[in-house]
């Protein structure tokens, strides 16, 4: 019995853990979208739902725990980058268009191969741009709201040090209790119990895609899918890269026109359901994986409710939640940008250029960033001539990778796999597919 319930209490933990540590990002990055309350609140369930299914159908048919989770760095990137010229209906249309670049990539290996072969200190160094107004939200809220804000750092700091994985959702039930005392009585009481389900009808324009669409399949790609892949490698199973982005961006396109802007395998809590805590079985984790995306679609039935409390507090304190859930994202992306010397200072001119929000011919800098870190990697790649060999080299020793090149993986880090093959197994563990 205790065998049968260990995977299921997992999954619970693993959706509730990862619903209340960034539906804050998620929101915050649909209101600046140009989403409103119901709009937004309609975009969270849509999610919610999509992500549910999603892994519930790749758990129970390939016996593999694919967590699914929708874009929190994709959020962030909506946060970053501000309404996009025609607002609401042009974000819904770049939704559906990063949801179709998504099935395209597992329909098409080499457009998968493309995207993983960004060099990775230029795409963590875009992340880290994206990310950075969000992570010092935090600051701005501690000399805005001191004693609001003081609180929800003091409760996430010291759950952060005896139990990390609900630092966020305590730092969140912290401000959710601020909320509740200081923000008005009616507010709270107009709170839907059941949100409603608001469709709108896309549009398109060329800022937008370039600006919005293409940032948002890259972000979602290099930080959430090749990474939540990279877990599963690392826990010893084989999953099928090809199927799990045919199947999420099939869930990104049905999410998109009820709000929805990207859904996509999970990185940051994948490895509740496919560690060992989920089960000492291999072979049993995948109900982790389907108990979590059946308890997300649950939890999507408060989205209502999570709107109307995000919509009475300060901004600044939700953005301040938000940067918290994002710090560890934030931390990642940096050590990626700069550990590589040869490339580092593309990888500054990436996060410079991001960071800085500038916009223009209406597209955002996201797309810059990444524009000036390759031309800056195509710079220096051609202005510096290759080492000569040292006399006492052995006849066998290759020389170092070209700064626009990706490193090889690390011994111990399996590469990406490409989206139509499964991703190596580790040896020693489990790789059941049925």
């Known amino acids: 019995m205790a065998g049968r319930v260990q995977p299921v209490l997992a999954g619970a933990v693993t959706a509730l853990v990862g619903f209340a540590s960034s539906f804050t990002v998620v929101l915050a990055g649909l209101r600046a979208a140009g989403a409103s309350d119901a709009q937004a609140a309609s975009g969270l369930l849509a999610l919610c739902v999509a992500c549910g299914f999603a892994a519930a159908w790749l758990g129970w048919r390939y016996r593999i725990p694919m967590s699914v989770a929708w874009s929190t760095p994709g959020a962030a990137l909506l946060v970053a980058t501000g309404p996009p010229p025609g607002g609401w209906p042009v974000a819904v249309g770049a939704?559906?268009?990063?949801?179709?670049?998504?099935?395209?990539?597992?329909?098409?290996?080499?457009?998968?191969?493309?995207?993983?072969?960004?060099?990775?200190?230029?795409?963590?160094?875009?992340?880290?741009?994206?990310?950075?107004?969000?992570?010092?939200?935090?600051?701005?809220?501690?000399?805005?709201?001191?004693?609001?804000?003081?609180?929800?750092?003091?409760?996430?700091?010291?759950?952060?040090?005896?139990?990390?994985r609900w630092a966020v959702p305590g730092a969140l039930v912290v401000a959710v209790a601020a909320i509740a005392l200081t923000?008005?009585?009616t507010g709270l009481t107009a709170a839907a119990l059941i949100p409603s389900v608001t469709l709108t009808a896309p549009a398109w324009n060329a800022s937008a895609l370039v600006g919005v669409a293409l940032p948002l399949?890259?972000?979602?790609?290099?930080?959430?899918?090749v990474p939540g892949m990279a877990v599963l490698v690392g826990y010893g199973y084989r999953p099928p890269f090809g199927a799990a982005l045919r199947t999420t961006g099939l869930a990104s396109l049905l999410a998109a026109p009820a709000g929805g802007h990207a859904v996509n395998l999970a990185a940051i809590t994948a490895a509740l359901a496919a560690g060992p805590d989920a089960h000492p079985d291999p072979e049993r984790r995948w109900v982790a994986s389907v108990t979590a995306g059946v308890g997300l679609a649950v939890l999507g039935l408060g989205a209502g409710v999570a709107t109307t409390l995000v919509a009475v507090a300060p901004p600044i304190l939700i953005e301040a939640v938000a940067g918290l859930a994002l710090l560890g994202a934030l931390a990642t992306a940096l050590a990626a940008a700069v550990?590589?010397?040869?490339?580092?200072?593309?990888?500054?001119?990436?996060?410079?250029?991001?960071?800085?929000?500038?916009?223009?011919?209406?597209?955002?800098?996201?797309?810059?960033?990444?524009?000036?870190?390759?031309?800056?990697?195509?710079?220096?790649?051609?202005?510096?001539?290759?080492?000569?060999?040292?006399?006492?080299?052995?006849?066998?020793?290759?020389?170092?990778?070209?700064?626009?090149?990706p490193a090889p993986a690390a011994p111990d880090e399996p590469a990406p796999a490409a989206p139509d093959e499964p991703a190596p197994a580790a040896p020693g563990r489990s790789t059941r597919v049925s």
């Open 95 to 164: 939704f559906l268009v990063s949801g179709v670049l998504i099935v395209a990539a597992g329909l098409f290996p080499p457009l998968g191969r493309a995207v993983a072969a960004i060099p990775k200190p230029v795409a963590g160094a875009m992340l880290a741009g994206v990310l950075l107004p969000l992570c010092t939200a935090p600051v701005r809220a501690l000399v805005e709201l001191p004693v609001v804000a003081g609180s929800v750092v003091v409760g996430w700091l010291l759950l952060h040090r005896f139990a990390r």
């Open 183 to 185: 923000a008005p009585p």
């Open 217 to 225: 399949f890259l972000v979602t790609m290099a930080a959430q899918n």
């Open 339 to 405: 550990t590589e010397p040869a490339t580092r200072e593309a990888a500054v001119v990436t996060f410079v250029v991001t960071a800085s929000g500038v916009t223009l011919i209406g597209v955002g800098g996201a797309f810059w960033g990444l524009v000036a870190g390759c031309l800056m990697l195509l710079l220096f790649h051609r202005r510096q001539p290759a080492p000569a060999a040292p006399a006492s080299a052995a006849p066998d020793e290759s020389a170092h990778a070209a700064p626009d090149e």
